[in-house]
Nanobody, 123 residues
């Protein structure tokens, strides 16, 4: 089973940028649809973005459209989330996830999660 490890989080001022990475183990990464979610303190885990196994199709929650970009490098077994024009409300722990072939915004359908990486945006 694939294992996921996120990195790249940190503290950034509003308007700044960060790029998150999600390194996947195993040889099946290129077959899996992938997603990013985030969870702010005291709130539920929310959908951020998805990408198909080939990288040919992406989807975003409305609040990040035009600011965030999901991508992947299947040769490096790595998923990315480029975050620009960050806002205080983007502060959360960010998780990458997969369930293999499901692609959608419902976190209950995902069964493989990374440990998360903290993103804090100061205003």
């Amino acid at each position: 089973q694939v294992q996921l490890v996120e990195s790249g989080g940190g503290l950034v001022q509003a308007g700044g940028s960060l790029r998150l990475s999600c390194a996947a183990s195993g040889r099946t990464f290129s077959r899996y649809n992938m997603a990013w979610f985030r969870q702010a303190p005291g709130k539920e885990r929310d959908f951020v973005a998805t990408i198909t196994s080939s990288g040919g199709s992406t989807s975003y929650v409305d609040s990040v459209k035009g600011r965030f970009s999901i991508s992947r490098d299947n040769a490096k077994n790595t998923l990315y989330l480029q975050m620009n024009s960050l806002k205080a409300e983007d502060t959360a722990v960010y998780y990458c996830a997969t369930s293999g072939y499901y692609i959608g915004s419902d976190p209950t359908y995902y069964n493989v999660w990374g440990q998360g990486t903290q993103v804090t945006v100061s205003s």
